[in-house]
């Protein structure tokens, strides 16, 4: 009986070790206008790493349907994007239909910053972190030129009340 009762506990602090991420040691300056007050706002964990582009309209095989993760379809002229699968957790979960919460996630370049809202995910090409919406890659890359950008921070954002667009 005491035996089962402390794999169990042990269990627990596993499962509540693995869930937990880690604290960021760069924390960002400014954040985009939001609804919440500053005190609300808890320190985000960013990740860096590659960010492309991906439209279900153009003739792209990879680019998957027009349905999101989120359950909307696929808008070009909005401020989305799809995270990473692995990172899923970071950003909510993305759940699909009546459990689907927003999540945002702030994505910094060397020159430019926006407020994406995740409302999809994929398995992206290894070293890519976020596929960015038409609208939101011609922001960071206006020529649409670079098909990948390099270094990108995404940081999540807490609560669902935030304004998506540049920052």
Known sequence: MLRRMSAALCGVAIVFACSVPMKATVKP????????????????????GAASTYNPFRPD???????????????????????????????????CGKTYRPTFALVETAEKKAVVKINDVGPLKP???????????????????????????????PGENWIAGPV
């Open 61 to 95: 095989p990879t680019a998957g349907g027009i349905q999101t993760a989120s359950g909307e379809n696929y808008d070009a002229n909005s401020w989305t994007a799809a995270i990473q699968t692995k990172l899923r957790r970071f950003f909510g979960g993305v759940f």
């Open 127 to 157: 070293g890519r972190i976020i596929d960015l919406n038409e609208q939101t890659m011609r922001y960071f890359d206006p020529t649409m030129l670079r098909g990948v950008i390099e270094s990108v921070k995404v940081t999540p954002l």
């Open 29 to 48: 300056r400014h954040v985009a206008i939001e609804t919440q007050t500053h005190s609300e706002v808890t320190e985000p964990s960013p990740f860096v």
